[in-house]
């Protein structure tokens, strides 16, 4: 099968040829299955966002290939299509709402879609319902007049009520409460259980090895890891040259491994974490 997603040797420079320029992306190399979640990981200013932004075509290679649904994104036209496929939530999409309600707001995608009336209307109610607001409630409401949480919310909604092929989150839970967050996961759990590819920045390493099928580790513009959670977490090198603090729970896994306790520790969460342990106590769940 083609990979959704397919990087080769891509570089991108900012403001080329001035005194700003600035090499963001240094040979970057990776391709992604149709339904794999990946989870982009990297310190401030990595280059996490300058990557997920090539894949929607908002940004194109200065060298090397992007090709995104089967498409390339160093083609203009190409590019200019997939909008239709690839939503991005930007790291703080509550600044980008310019709807007149929170309605119009979500419903802005799918119009530009061409969908008829009573399609918009069907994904507009759907959306709403994901990110926990109620039609009958919140849909008469200016956008302006809710708290940054929601409307975050309203924006989220907003690109899932176009229904892409690839969702993309930058960042998506910096800065909400437990309830937006285990909201905004359970989100993207329900894309994964449904083989919808989504990609998420995130600097929370255990809410990407909870989730992740791949992760990407940026480190000043290189990626320095493309692999599997479970091939991340037994390459003891990467995880201490990059200061990669692991979970909790997977802490304390190593530790009684280090003290000799067979113990797995391909453990995912803190509840496959307490199963482990459980097992090892001789009691079952
Ligand atoms: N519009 C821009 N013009 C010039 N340089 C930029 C621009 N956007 C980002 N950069 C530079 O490119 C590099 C990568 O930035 P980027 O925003 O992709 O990093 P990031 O990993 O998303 O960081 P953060 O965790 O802070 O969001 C940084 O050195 C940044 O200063
Ligand atoms: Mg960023």
């Known amino acids: 099968m083609l990979p959704i997603i397919n990087v080769t040797g891509l570089h991108y420079t900012y403001l080329p040829g001035t005194p700003y320029e600035r090499e963001a992306l240094k040979d970057i190399n990776f391709s ?56 991005l939530v930007f790291q703080y999409p509550e600044q980008q709402i310019f709807g007149t309600t929170v309605w119009e707001e979500i419903a802005y995608g799918p119009k530009n879609l061409g969908l008829d009336d009573a399609e ?58 437990p309830a937006g967050r285990s909201l905004i996961l359970d989100i993207i759990k329900h894309r994964h259980d449904n083989s919808q590819t989504t990609v998420m920045i995130s600097h929370n390493l255990q809410d990407i090895m909870a989730l992740a099928d791949k992760v990407a580790i940026l480190h000043q513009g290189s990626l320095v890891f493309f692999g599997a959670v479970s091939q991340l977490l037994k390459d003891k090198e990467i995880l201490s040259r990059y200061h ?7 802490q304390v896994i190593y530790s009684l491994q280090q003290q000799g306790y067979m113990l ?13 342990m459980a097992r090892l106590l001789g009691s079952k769940l």
């Not at 990669?244 to 997977?250: A, G, I, K, T, W």
């Not at 797995?264 to 482990?276: G, L, Q």
Request: net charge neutral; hydrophobic share 40%; charged share 25%.
């Open 264 to 276: 797995n520790s391909a453990a995912r969460s803190i509840a496959e974490a307490a199963k482990e």
């Open 120 to 177: 918009i209307n069907d994904r507009v109610k759907k959306a709403m319902q994901q990110v926990g607001l109620l039609p009958e409630d919140s849909a008469g409401i200016p956008p302006y007049s809710l708290s940054g949480g929601m409307k975050r919310r309203v924006a989220i909604a907003g690109l899932l009520a176009m229904d892409p092929e690839i969702l993309i989150l930058d960042e998506p839970m910096a800065g909400l409460d």
């Open 244 to 250: 990669l603090e692991l979970p909790d729970y997977l």
């Open 32 to 87: 992604l299955q149709r339904g794999e979640l990946l989870g982009v990981f990297g310190p401030n200013g990595s280059g996490k966002s300058t990557l997920v932004q090539h894949l929607n075509g908002l940004l194109y290679p200065t060298r090397g290939s992007v090709t995104v649904c089967a498409a390339d994104t160093s083609d203009r036209q190409q590019r200019r299509e997939l909008w239709k496929k690839v939503s």
